[in-house]
């Protein structure tokens, strides 16, 4: 059973800071590409930011240069440090990691599974 574990929401002041942290378990062989992704609302849920196994990221326009995403191959684990906190980044924070998981390699299968989500909020 494949699972996604958030934690490190919260609340921060404008200008503060929040990390965040997701921790997959299972029968995991791999991974590929971890991410945080974000939803208010009414409204669609966007990209935050990803990283590949090799480290490569990617970020959204609005948190480019005030977050970093960073992982943990060997424990699994995917954070997001955000700094410079705006109003405009509350929101339910979702963990997404695709990869592959089975009890051996010659039985693996693909998986795209997301965390049960963790609210941030930035308000004075």
């Known amino acids: 059973q494949l699972q996604l574990v958030e934690s490190g929401g919260g609340l921060a002041q404008p200008g503060g800071s929040l990390r965040l942290s997701c921790a997959a378990s299972?029968?995991?062989?791999?991974?590929?590409?971890m991410g945080w992704y974000r939803q208010v609302p009414g409204k669609q849920r966007e990209l935050v930011a990803t990283?590949?196994?090799?480290?490569?990221?990617t970020y959204a326009d609005s948190v480019k240069g005030r977050f970093t995403i960073s992982r943990d191959n060997a424990k699994n684990t995917v954070h997001l440090q955000m700094n410079s906190l705006k109003s405009e980044d509350t929101a339910v924070y979702y963990c997404?990691?695709?990869?592959?998981?089975?009890?051996?390699?010659?039985?693996?299968?693909?998986?795209?599974?997301w965390g049960q989500g963790t609210q941030v909020t930035v308000s004075s």
């Open positions: 299972g029968s995991i062989i791999s991974i590929n590409t």
């Open positions: 997404n990691a695709d990869g592959l998981y089975g009890s051996s390699y010659y039985e693996r299968r693909f998986f795209d599974s």
């Open positions: 990283i590949i196994s090799s480290g490569s990221t």
